[in-house]
């Protein structure tokens, strides 16, 4: 089981920067971006898939 995180990190950043931030993280969380980037981290999955009629696959 991973650790729980319990620790958050403030940063000031300008208009600018975050757009670019934004931009380059293309549309995942800015956080889990972050941390794939800086921290070279594995995404983790979100959750079970829901299961899927084997009629509805076909």
């Known amino acids: 089981m ?4 319990n620790k958050m990190l ?3 950043v300008t208009e600018d920067e975050h757009r ?6 293309d549309g995942k969380q800015l956080a889990a971006w972050m941390r794939q980037t800086c921290l ?4 983790t ?5 829901p299961s899927i009629s084997p009629a509805l696959l076909r």
Do not use: S, V
């Open 20 to 25: 670019r931030l934004l931009e380059r993280c």
């Open 10 to 12: 403030t940063m000031w």
């Open 2 to 5: 991973a650790d729980k995180r």
């Open 45 to 49: 999955r979100a959750g079970r898939l």
């Open 40 to 43: 070279d981290e594995k995404p």
